[in-house]
């Protein structure tokens, strides 16, 4: 069952990317959890607003590759990628920040809509969890192991093993992680490009 759900995570952020067109800068990963017991208000903010901001984002942005979701996955319905530069995020810090509010406010948004509460949406406490770990320094990695309790871990008596990978050069950011799940996996890679920073997204069902 749990496996299930998450797959349909994967089938869902697949659609969501194509179906946005230009603003597949938001790219995607797969899903989070809040572990802070006073989440930002940001994090509450109208589905509306959420996008909206997207949108005035991705006006600012360059060089995104709209057939390299095509390219990466093919006809595989539970793979999706992304590829953008942003001229407007100066750095690597910047840019990782950037990128995981904007994927939590997306989560926030989905569960919304199917009125459920957040702890069903797996992805959303996995990218909470994430925001809350200091990044590496340059050359340097890190490896978390922890815990995520979402409802299905609860539910069904499970404990769910959340696997994070960071790996820092001068210039680049990447991240690997199972998203709770052995099924699953998903890279962030954040590279530095003159005053820009172009960010390559992508989640795959193993």
Known sequence: MTKLV???GILLVAFWTN?????????KSSISKDLSQNPSSDLNRDSSEAVQEFGVLSKNS???DDSYNEK????????SASK???KNLTNIDEAFKFYVEQEIQRQVAFSKERNEPENQNTSLLVYKYMLSIAL?????????????????????GAQNQCDFEFKRTSDSLMI???NCADSENNVIIFTQKGEA????SKSEAL
Do not use: M
């Open 62 to 64: 360059t060089n995104c």
């Open 176 to 178: 690997e992680f199972n």
């Open 197 to 200: 920073v172009e960010i390559i």
């Open 136 to 156: 590496p320094k340059e050359n340097e990695g890190k490896k978390v192991t922890t815990s995520i309790e979402d409802y299905y871990s609860k539910q069904y």
């Open 84 to 86: 953008c530069l942003y």
């Open 19 to 27: 179906a946005c067109g230009d603003s597949r800068d938001l790219h």
């Open 6 to 8: 998450k797959i349909l």
């Open 72 to 79: 990466v996955c093919g006809s595989d319905a539970l793979c």
